[in-house]
């Protein structure tokens, strides 16, 4: 019997079925991290033995009541140790070809073994510090706990702390929370998981402290894809002593200020605050730097000058911490995460993992496993090749020999040549030297690239092309930045510019010179000025773009008499007559023109232009 279940959970085909469940998993995980937060969805779906998935994920709407149960992370990751081991004690034997499989599978497991560690024993939060400020607690910003306060003795504030899951859970059941380190009952009226503060008009729930003049409402929670946003927690409790209620307030943990309590001659202090961890030592904040890119405001380094005192170990020293260097200290490692918003401070990461050696020994046990595995191969490979020498397929195992080939020294050859080839650079072409221009480092966006990079992100941002296009051929982005600056007037006709905006092509169309033949296109094919494209679309040139911008035609600009316009043709919005013969015929007024036209994003691009 126990061969028989040896083999089964051996199985190769139970191996295939674990990876198909882990990639349903990884998949439906994936997108409910776009209704849940991202450790919500990980509880949930990889840290769980049974995930229970809402069909409503994959259509639009609120969701169902319906779950379908799969396996979670935990049980496919036990799931595939089980697999590998009972594997190992059934087919493969330990032997010295086997040697670098063994250690690759061995890498599998401690991997596996480490996701254990790291969901079960790993814990984390942030340290925010002022600049100049001590600090010796670390806040968990997924879970909330409500505090009461005890000041009185000078030397330290006695704490007791309620956690928010049992906030949640007197709230649904009703029941009230009984310490007996607190003088009074709490009773939970309401509890938000996240919320937003307005100010109060009228009436509210809350009786005492700051919910007199504030309310709190509930808000969706925080999804994976709202960046490091994070929920924001309030309650409305009401607190009992022998009976009687004292008051209800309103906490949220958006509050900075805790709330005073008074029951009899006693004073307690009151707040919903992120859960908080306390350290045996403290961190000094010195200094704070935050670099940023030239030009740009994208962050190029954070920095913080810390003070570590500790004195159960007698240490007292200064490091810095910044971006990829982090501090390790008493199985802590604080990474430099954020900073407030104001640039007063920082913000720590600070992660506790028992396991965090373990996927850095996994990597190396795969690295070695597979590099053995394949060195033994090609060793036999080649071995094998030198005593008995190459065999043709066919030929029964005989050695043959015949004529060198000559397809492999041409295709060689041809190789040298084209390598050769880029030491001799072609002279230019022209007065300009486009290649070399390409090739100049220019910083951009915050980082640093070739001038080629930046001329086809410039031409895509004004019309949708890395190229420009004309009926003598193509000019490149490079060639059109260069003469843009080196002498504009050589591609101020060029069609640049995308216009789609229905109101900017009425102005153009109107402004447009009229001939007594020739279609709309025709036209533009002979100015060279602008091209139809397609979805009503058309690119003009940089200087008829400014001519429509301003509000004169091309009629006014080329040096002609003014037009029927208006005396000098500006600031005047085209006529009904002219927007008809825009649209084709149709009659558009300006009702059915705001209607239909398209967001004012893209007529932006025409108006920088």
Same mark, same amino acid.
């Given at each position: ?15 295939v ?8 998993l ?9 209704r849940?937060?991202?450790?919500q969805?990980v ?5 769980s ?8 994920l994959?259509?639009?709407g ?66 925010a510090?002022d ?18 306060i @005890?000041? &009185?003795?000078?030397?330290h504030? /006695? +704490?007791?702390? %309620?956690? *928010?899951?049992m906030?949640?859970?007197? !709230? =649904?059941d009703g029941e ?11 009773r ?14 009228g ?8 919910g007199? @003049?504030? &309310?709190?409402?509930?808000?969706? /929670? +925080?999804?994976? %894809?709202? *960046? ?5 927690p !309030? =309650? ?27 029951v ?28 940023i ?9 954070f920095s ?20 990829n ?9 604080f990474?430099?995460a ?12 600070v992660?506790?993992n028992?396991g965090?050696l ?5 990597c ?9 595995h394949?060195a033994?191969?090609?060793?036999g ?8 020498g ?13 004529r060198?080939r000559?397809?492999?020294w041409?295709v060689?050859?041809?190789g040298?040549?084209l ?13 300009l ?22 001329a086809?992100?410039?031409?895509m ?22 003469e ?30 009229q ?9 533009s ?10 979805h ?22 080329s040096?002609?008499p ?6 000098g043709?500006?600031?005047?919005s085209?006529?009904r007559r ?15 023109m ?11 691009h025409?108006?920088?232009?």
């Open positions: 019997m126990m061969p028989r279940v040896f083999k089964m959970l051996a199985s190769l085909k139970l191996t079925v674990l990876l198909a469940l882990a990639m349903l990884i998949f439906v995980g994936t997108i409910a991290q776009t849940l937060g991202v450790w969805a509880d949930a779906y990889f840290r033995w049974v995930a229970m998935v809402d069909p409503g994959f259509v639009r609120d969701g169902t009541d319906i779950r379908i149960p799969i396996p979670g992370g935990l049980a496919i990751a036990a799931a595939m140790i089980v697999n590998l081991l009972s594997a190992h004690a059934v087919r493969f034997k330990a032997t010295r070809k086997r040697i670098g499989v063994l250690v690759l599978h061995a890498g599998l497991i401690v991997l596996l073994a480490g996701e254990f560690v790291t969901g079960f024993l790993a814990d984390e939060g942030l340290m510090i600049e100049g400020d001590t600090s010796s607690f670390i806040q968990d910003i997924r879970n909330a706990e409500l505090a009461f @005890d000041r &009185r003795d000078p030397d504030d /006695r +704490v007791v702390t %309620v956690p *928010g899951w906030l949640a859970r007197a !709230a =649904a009230s929370i009984t310490d007996a380190r607190l003088p009074f009952t709490v939970v009226e309401s509890w938000f998981p996240n919320s937003a503060l307005f100010r109060a008009d009436d509210t729930p809350a009786t005492d402290g700051i007199l @003049d504030a &309310r709190a409402e509930p808000a969706p /929670r +925080v999804t994976g %894809v709202e *960046g490091a946003q994070s929920d924001t !309030a =309650a409305y409790v009401t607190l009992l002593h022998d009976g009687e209620e004292i008051g209800t307030w309103m906490v949220s943990a958006a509050l900075i200020d805790p709330q005073r309590v008074e009899g001659d006693e004073s307690l202090w009151l707040a919903l605050r992120y859960r908080r961890t306390y350290l045996p030592f403290t961190l000094h904040l010195n200094d704070f730097r935050h670099d890119f030239t030009g740009t405001t994208i962050p190029k380094n913080s000058d810390i003070r570590l005192v500790d004195p159960a170990r007698e240490t007292d020293r200064e490091v810095r911490i910044w971006m260097n982090p501090l390790r200290y008493a199985g802590l490692t990474y430099q954020s900073y407030k918003p104001d640039g007063s401070g920082t913000v720590l990461q992660v506790r028992p965090w373990l996927p850095y020994i996994a190396v046990l795969v690295g070695g496993g597979m590099t053995w394949f033994q191969s090609l060793i490979f080649l071995r094998r090749r030198t005593k008995h190459p065999v043709r397929a066919g030929t029964g195992g005989v050695r043959t020999t015949g060198p000559p397809l492999p041409i060689g050859a041809c040298v040549l390598a050769c080839s880029g030491v001799f650079r072609p002279a230019p072409s022209g007065a030297d486009t290649r070399a221009f390409a090739a100049l480092p220019v910083s951009a966006g915050g980082r640093v690239k070739p001038m080629d990079t930046a086809r992100s410039l031409l941002i004004a019309g949708g092309r890395q190229q420009v296009r004309t009926d003598d051929g193509t000019v490149t982005a490079p060639q059109y930045l260069l843009l600056v080196a002498d504009p007037g050589r591609i101020a006709d060029l069609p640049v510019v995308r216009v789609d905006h229905p109101d900017v092509l009425a102005r153009y169309s109107s402004s447009a010179p001939t007594a033949g020739g279609s709309r296109s025709q036209r094919s002979r100015t060279g000025r602008r091209s139809p494209s397609r009503g679309e058309r690119l003009l040139s940089s200087r008829v773009a400014a001519t429509a911008s301003s509000g004169l035609c091309s009629n006014c600009t040096g002609s003014p037009c029927w316009r208006t005396p043709c500006r600031s005047r085209p006529s002219s927007r008809r013969m825009a649209s084709g015929g149709r009659s558009t007024t300006r009702s059915s705001s209607r239909t036209r398209e967001p004012p994003t893209r007529a932006s025409f108006s920088r232009a």
